[in-house]
């Protein structure tokens, strides 16, 4: 049959508009609509700061809601299955810190294999942990803490955001290489552990920067040292662990992940977005002003650290015999 050349057109014009519908759908900008980032431990603690900080960031940059969902509890698990099991459409995100590393080894059996169940999409910035005592401690050095902890065995509590955190492996480390024994205490995050030092119900902690310098500057918290190999531009009178302690070195980090399988364009653009927040001047006069430095970089080599740190405190928590709850 042959049809009339404008009827033939009119037809031709309408196959193209319905051919090119699921196209159009397709290339709608991500996001659409709000995206969840899930923080496995409770308000207030460095996990939660770093979120808030980076989901202020990508709700202005993309137009869409990054909304910051606090899933506290088993050591981060109960945060990382609701992520591992959600869609890998980039709506759901994860906070990623060391715990999901030492996880790896403090657990014996995990449902999922962190490092192959989600994507890494990139990091935001290392921070020191500050080894902060209650005022009420005696020890105003690391080597008066040590001789103070030699002549009490297990009477010190040392606080922790949880078992298998950067808190509590830092602590472990110290204690196995200052030779002393404290009796740790974990918290379902920063926020009740530093509650109870502030009341003295605890007496040490080794806690990342942000969530506990502001305790530190206004002279709530005594400050001994901070864990890294140099000492912190955020509180540059305050000796490291190192110079007492020789070998001594911990830090922590923070990034982004996904479900795995999550397109490819939504890690990109993701990782595109940190990766700009990173330079922006006032975010990293922001970072520096919590005692951190930006981590920069691919999502392959925010990758690399994950698997890099898993390796480091595995050995760590063999050697501690550190088990969960």
Same mark, same amino acid.
């Given at each position: ?49 770093? #979120? ?10 993309? =137009? ?57 999409? =990139? ?16 020890? !105003? ?47 379902? =995050?920063?926020?009740? #552990? ?87 001047? !006032?975010? !990293? ?8 430095? =930006? ?19 595995? !050995? ?10």
């Amino acid at each position: 049959m042959n049809l009339p050349r404008r009827q033939f057109l009119h037809l031709a014009a309408d196959a193209a508009v319905l051919t090119a519908i699921p196209r159009v759908a397709r290339a709608q900008p991500y996001p659409t609509r709000p995206v969840r980032l899930v923080v496995g431990f409770a308000a207030g603690g460095s996990t939660d700061i770093t #979120a808030r900080l980076v989901g202020q960031w990508l709700s202005e940059r993309l =137009g869409q809601q990054f909304v910051i969902e606090n899933r506290p509890g088993a050591g981060t698990n109960i945060a990382t299955e609701v992520v591992v099991k959600a869609a890998a459409d980039g709506y759901t995100l994860i906070m990623i810190s060391p715990s999901h590393a030492i996880n790896e080894t403090l657990y014996e059996k995990l449902n999922y294999n962190f490092i192959r169940d989600i994507a890494p999409i =990139g990091g935001i910035m290392r921070v020191p942990l500050a080894m902060a005592v209650n005022p009420s401690v005696p020890a !105003k050095s690391v080597p008066e803490f040590i001789a103070y902890a030699k002549a009490n065995p297990r009477k010190i509590n040392m606080a922790s955001a949880g078992i298998g955190t950067s808190d509590h492996v830092a602590g472990e480390l110290f204690k196995m290489m200052a030779g002393i024994d404290m009796l740790h205490v974990p918290y379902r =995050g920063a926020g009740p #552990a530093l509650a109870d030092l502030l009341g003295g119900q605890v007496q040490v902690i080794f806690e990342p920067l942000p969530s506990i310098i502001e305790y530190i500057r206004t002279g709530k918290l005594r400050a001994l040292a901070v864990t890294t190999a140099a000492r912190s531009a955020a509180l540059p009178g305050v000796s490291t662990v190192g110079d007492f302690v020789q070998g001594y070195e911990a830090s922590s980090w923070f990034g982004v992940g996904a479900p795995k399988n999550t397109p490819t364009e939504i890690v990109e653009r993701l990782n595109l977005e940190i990766n700009a927040a990173l330079s922006d001047p !006032k975010m !990293k006069m922001r970072l520096s002003d919590l005692g951190g430095r =930006g981590l920069p970089g691919s999502s392959s080599d925010f990758g690399r650290l994950i698997a890099s740190e898993t390796e480091k405190w595995g !050995k760590v928590i063999k050697f501690s015999g550190a088990k969960p709850e």
